[in-house]
Nanobody, 125 residues
């Protein structure tokens, strides 16, 4: 089992920045990758970014390229999402997730085994 706890969400003006954190505990040594998703009411959970736990290779959704950066602090078992140039359409609940199965491009929720409870990000225009 693995537990994930997000933090760092909040209210920010358009153009501003936020950094989300995700503290992982439990069976983190089995992680192949971790990722961030987001969801707004009435819509499916949407892929944002993921990072390979061992190689640090990163992959981003097109709508966040150049604005968001995913990173890890493996020593602290923490995942980060640095968000800059935020837009009102970035408003959502952001979830971190961990995957423990080998996959080439884990961009769907089904590729992940563990989820955090989510943290709200609200961008005011």
């Amino acid at each position: 089992q693995e537990q994930l706890v997000e933090s760092g969400g909040g209210l920010v003006q358009a153009g501003g920045s936020l950094r989300l954190s995700c503290a992982a505990s439990g069976r983190t040594s089995s992680n192949y990758y971790m990722g961030w998703f987001r969801q707004v009411p009435g819509k499916e959970r949407e892929f944002v970014a993921h990072i390979d736990w061992s190689s640090n290779r990163r992959y981003y959704a097109d709508f966040v390229k150049g604005r968001f950066t995913i990173s890890t602090d493996n020593a602290k078992n923490t995942l980060y999402l640095q968000m800059k140039s935020l837009k009102s359409e970035d408003t959502a609940v952001y979830y971190c997730a961990a995957g423990q199965r080998a996959m080439s491009l884990p961009t769907t929720p089904a590729a992940y085994d563990y989820w955090g409870q989510g943290t709200q990000v609200t961008v005011s225009s």
